[in-house]
């Protein structure tokens, strides 16, 4: 083989190796996982690709969710999800968590147990609640452990047929840094947000009635009000 064509193979290969890695760096577009009614929530997420998109159409659905990967979740309309007072309705164990949309509702109702309508565990950093109906749950959000959230445009509403004392609080903060909570409705709830060792935090635009304390705030610096 000539000298010449030693130098277009070479060259084809170059050219074929740049076109791989290119390929390769590009990201790879989201998929849209759509749930109707009668339909799995839950298959849908465990199918579903981190930074993937799971949208719930209008309906009903009786489920407990956990979500263990980043990706949006994404009501159409909508939608309830009812976790028929048993446990945490939706529980989120992974970063990069949005859940918009919902009315989300049902929650169990063990104080001992924290039960919630939606409980960002420890590790579920940069979760994004937003524009969702928390409504009959013990606690409506319980966050632990978990920086940098942003909870905006909810509205909250607890247990309205028990007194205080049996209620949970309507955003529960705890051991949290850099969290955004932004005009959020909360009512009918034992204190509307409770706050507890959580630093660098902003709220803002909040409304909060029919509740022991608007906000129970203890242990908790450089927190912009």
Known sequence: MSALSLRAVASACAFALLALL??????????TWRVAPGQDIQAAIDSAAPGDVVEIERGFYDTNLRIDKPLLLRGIGRPTLSGGQRDD??????????????IVRDSGTSLELQQSGIYIRPGAHRAVV???????????????KANDVRIEGNLITGLRD????????????????????????????????????????????????????????????????
Not at 24 to 29: C, H, M, N, R, T
Not at 178 to 186: E, K, S
Not at 193 to 199: G, Q, R
């Open 130 to 144: 937003r524009h969702c109906d928390l409504v009959y749950n013990l606690f409506g959000l319980w966050i632990e």
């Open 22 to 31: 290119t390929a390769a760096a590009l990201p790879v577009a989201a998929a």
């Open 162 to 225: 028990v007194y205080s004392s049996q209620r949970g609080n309507g955003i529960q903060l705890y051991n949290t840094t850099g969290a955004h909570i932004i005009d959020n409705n909360i009512s009918f709830v034992r204190d509307g947000l409770y706050v507890d060792v959580s630093h660098h935090a902003v709220f803002k635009g909040n409304r909060m009635h029919h509740s022991r304390y608007g906000t129970h705030y203890m242990n908790s610096y450089y927190n912009l009000w």
């Open 89 to 102: 309705t939706i529980r989120v164990t992974a970063a990069d968590v949005t859940i918009e949309g919902l």
